[in-house]
């Protein structure tokens, strides 16, 4: 009965047009009352102890790290760089998508900030360039939530922090399957432009492309110290955060001086104010992660899949099937704060390693960014180039299967996302 308090009193809550924040909050209420618990102290004091974690103050550093390096430049020139290389090649300016992407996501791990980037330079582009201006939104969409599985990834310091798993393990592990990702949208992209007869962009000469390079080396150095450093235990990921952050204003004031320093405050403000919405759906989600405890609700679970639990590939199957079905209808951050604790006992029992779990579990809430009808990054794809969502709806879908045959691949092959650790460990 208390799965049912707690599903209806949340879902209830949202068709009402609460914010999830405050639907997590009222979540709780419900499932206090039902217990027989009357103590409002309890909602502060979990509030509290949610958002008081350490690894939580990497989010805001990576998020001003997001907004300086569009702002400096940074991103532009990624861009610039991919296009010098294969730009002229058939279909170019979807793989120089995919590459900046990729490249844009060991950055700075926010799928929202990446797409806008990309389809702001991008999409007219491509408009002009002649490409079906959906599928172009589609895939720039699939390539911007690459940025939620690669390291650093702050999908990844929210699940690490609420189920307790190593996020540099998590960071490390990741790369491998975003790197996939990418592969298989590129694969679906050369596909799908068969009929098409877009305009490339003229072949550059090896000197222009070696001066693109060298104007973007200062991008593609921070990938290499934050992975590099985390591997060798220089830091931590929350100061990875920080020299992200201080590395980004170094580059955009003093390097390539496209940020003045009035322009400071605006882009401080704008990474305080998404912080601010993260951090409190963190806090909410600290009530309802510890009624749901309390309740005993995973263990409710456990005994719903427990004819799975000999079988880790089936078990994570229906997981996975599972976590889809609710990120269709929830975003991102909220069903990361709302399963994981719900999903971490089973997975433990089940003797799944939490850090494999994780990642699929990451990739899964990422591409549930691109699946109607809430699909956050499709609302700003179509923002961005001003395109209804119908026809992006249908642009999207081959890149987004490609996707999730990549999840089923790593459902049965697991020792893909370990390899990494593995080769880390000897």
């Given at each position: 009965?208390?799965?049912?308090?707690?599903?209806?009193?949340?879902?209830?809550?949202?068709?009402?047009?609460?914010?999830?924040?405050?639907?997590?909050?009222?979540?709780?209420?419900?499932?206090?009352?039902?217990?027989?618990?009357?103590?409002?102290?309890?909602?502060?004091?979990?509030?509290?102890?949610?958002?008081?974690?350490?690894?939580?103050?990497?989010?805001?550093?990576?998020?001003?790290?997001?907004?300086?390096?569009?702002?400096?430049?940074?991103?532009?020139?990624?861009?610039?760089?991919?296009?010098a290389w294969i730009g002229h090649i058939r279909g170019g300016l979807g793989y120089v998508a995919v590459i900046a992407a990729v490249i844009m996501a060991s950055l700075s791990g926010s799928a929202v900030a990446d797409t806008a980037a990309l389809a702001s330079v991008l999409v007219p582009l491509m408009r002009n360039a002649?490409?079906?201006?959906?599928?172009?939104?589609?895939?720039?969409?699939?390539?911007?939530?690459?940025?939620?599985?690669?390291?650093?990834?702050?999908?990844?310091?929210?699940?690490?922090?609420?189920?307790?798993?190593?996020?540099?393990?998590?960071?490390?592990?990741?790369?491998?399957?975003?790197?996939?990702?990418?592969?298989?949208?590129?694969?679906?992209?050369?596909?799908?432009?068969?009929?098409?007869?877009?305009?490339?962009?003229?072949?550059?000469?090896?000197?222009?492309?070696?001066?693109?390079?060298?104007?973007?080396?200062?991008?593609?150095?921070?990938?290499?110290?934050?992975?590099?450093?985390?591997?060798?235990?220089?830091?931590?990921?929350?100061?990875?955060?920080?020299?992200?952050?201080?590395?980004?204003?170094?580059?955009?004031?003093?390097?390539y001086r496209e940020i003045k320093i009035p322009d400071l405050f605006g882009l401080m403000y704008r990474a305080a104010e998404t912080t601010a919405v993260i951090m409190f759906l963190v806090a909410a989600a600290g009530v309802s992660a510890w009624l749901i405890t309390t309740a005993n609700i995973p263990q409710q679970v456990?005994?719903?899949?427990?004819?799975?639990?000999?079988?880790?590939?089936?078990?994570?199957?229906?997981?996975?099937?599972?976590?889809?079905?609710?990120?269709?209808?929830?975003?991102?951050?909220?069903?990361?704060?709302?399963?994981?604790?719900?999903?971490?006992?089973?997975?433990?029992?089940?003797?799944?390693?939490?850090?494999?779990?994780?990642?699929?579990?990451?990739?899964?809430?990422?591409?549930?960014?691109?699946?109607?009808?809430?699909?956050?990054?499709?609302?700003?794809?179509?923002?961005?180039?001003?395109?209804?969502?119908?026809?992006?709806?249908?642009?999207?879908?081959?890149?987004?299967?490609?996707?999730?045959?990549?999840?089923?691949?790593?459902?049965?092959?697991?020792?893909?996302?370990?390899?990494?650790?593995?080769?880390?460990?000897?």
């Amino acid at each position: 009965m208390i799965v049912f308090v707690f599903i209806t009193s949340l879902l209830g809550l949202m068709a009402l047009g609460m914010p999830v924040a405050f639907a997590l909050i009222g979540c709780g209420l419900a499932m206090m009352l039902y217990m027989g618990i009357t103590d409002p102290q309890i909602i502060i004091q979990n509030m509290w102890d949610g958002a008081n974690s350490f690894p939580l103050l990497a989010v805001p550093f990576f998020m001003l790290a997001g907004e300086l390096m569009n702002a400096g430049g940074m991103t532009r020139r990624i861009i610039t760089m991919a296009m010098a290389w294969i730009g002229h090649i058939r279909g170019g300016l979807g793989y120089v998508a995919v590459i900046a992407a990729v490249i844009m996501a060991s950055l700075s791990g926010s799928a929202v900030a990446d797409t806008a980037a990309l389809a702001s330079v991008l999409v007219p582009l491509m408009r002009n360039a002649g490409y079906d201006i959906n599928r172009s939104c589609g895939l720039i969409a699939c390539g911007g939530i690459i940025a939620p599985v690669i390291p650093p990834s702050i999908g990844m310091i929210i699940f690490g922090v609420t189920g307790g798993v190593s996020i540099t393990k998590l960071f490390i592990a990741g790369i491998v399957p975003g790197v996939m990702m990418g592969i298989a949208i590129m694969l679906a992209w050369r596909w799908s432009i068969k009929r098409d007869n877009p305009r490339v962009e003229p072949k550059r000469s090896m000197r222009e492309r070696l001066v693109e390079t060298r104007n973007a080396g200062w991008a593609l150095v921070l990938p290499v110290v934050i992975i590099g450093g985390l591997k060798v235990g220089w830091f931590t990921p929350t100061e990875a955060a920080v020299i992200a952050a201080a590395y980004s204003l170094f580059v955009g004031v003093f390097i390539y001086r496209e940020i003045k320093i009035p322009d400071l405050f605006g882009l401080m403000y704008r990474a305080a104010e998404t912080t601010a919405v993260i951090m409190f759906l963190v806090a909410a989600a600290g009530v309802s992660a510890w009624l749901i405890t309390t309740a005993n609700i995973p263990q409710q679970v456990a005994d719903m899949v427990a004819p799975f639990m000999e079988n880790k590939m089936l078990l994570m199957a229906i997981l996975m099937v599972m976590v889809f079905i609710v990120g269709t209808a929830l975003d991102f951050t909220p069903t990361v704060l709302i399963l994981t604790p719900v999903l971490m006992p089973v997975v433990k029992q089940a003797g799944i390693d939490p850090v494999y779990f994780g990642v699929l579990f990451i990739m899964n809430n990422a591409i549930g960014l691109v699946t109607p009808p809430v699909g956050t990054v499709l609302n700003v794809v179509c923002g961005v180039a001003k395109v209804p969502m119908t026809g992006v709806i249908k642009g999207v879908t081959p890149f987004m299967v490609a996707q999730l045959i990549v999840l089923a691949l790593l459902v049965i092959f697991p020792q893909i996302v370990m390899w990494p650790l593995q080769m880390m460990s000897r």
